[in-house]
């Protein structure tokens, strides 16, 4: 016997299913057949079950099935604990972009009516800088640096609250790379259960993309490491052992994100042991 979405097909003939979309979406979850067993059909196979009258119905019927599918899939996806942490991360990345842009312009508005204006000014911090340029400009000027500085105040709000939002969505990565981190790792993936199904190799150069296309293009060195990078203990790592410390730290990680995703609880005894054999790691022999 033959089992589709609209019916079970067998030598006596065919038996139609019946029920609206969501009837038919627990069924299809329920039918499990293996390729070499599979045989296809096409919309008269449902015709002869009685389903449906004509290849309009039958792609009316089909329709709604996809879109119901489809908009059981985004609600599920949206519902899921990772959801609003992702939205947080790619926030705090589109202000850096739109602050680091204002920046730039009102920079290059400031030496247009300031020519005395020195190039060493402009490695200061925003901190220092955009005070030094606020003072003598014109209204317009000053409101377009107190909306930058404002943006400054939302970012670091932003990502305090990312940081604490992660501690509690994957406390696990969170406790090995720190909150803010463990979230843009997990926004890189594109999701929580993605990131638990990756392996150490792939957790690795997550963020790397433009490095790993080059190697693969360009025969260039390959990365040793993405955003895990961002960590302090890649990053202060010496030169020599920076690529073992990221290749023992992703392999941990990898693992710390199952723990998140199916005990969603900190397991206080791997990340002692976790972050021990990093610490090994980093040491020169």
Known sequence: MQSYWFGDIDETGCTPYRGGPEALAKRLETIKISPDRFIPFDW????????????????????????????AGITRQYESRDAEPLQMVRTLDQLDEVSNVLTERALEWH?????????????????????????????????????IENLAAARTALMKEVSRRADEVVPNCSALLGGLVAARLVSQAGSLATLSRLPGSSIQVLGARTALFSHMRGGTPPPKHGIIFQ??????????VR??????????????ARL?????????????????AV???GRVT
Do not use: W
């Open 44 to 71: 008269r196979n449902a015709g002869s079950c009685s389903f449906t009258r004509d290849r309009g119905e039958y792609i009316r019927k089909l329709r709604e099935l996809c879109f119901y599918l489809s908009e």
């Open 111 to 147: 030496r247009i009516t300031n020519p005395g204006f020195s190039r060493k000014y402009l490695h200061l911090p925003k901190q220092k800088l955009l005070p030094m340029m606020k003072r003598g400009g014109s209204p317009a000027f000053r409101q377009i640096i107190n909306e």
């Open 260 to 276: 998140d995703l199916y005990r969603q609880e900190l397991a206080p005894e791997f990340i002692e042991a976790a972050q021990a």
């Open 243 to 256: 690529g073992k410390v990221a290749r023992v730290l992703a392999a941990k990680l990898a693992i710390a």
């Open 279 to 281: 610490d090994n790691a």
């Open 231 to 240: 960590h302090r203990r890649v990053h202060n790592a010496p030169k020599e």
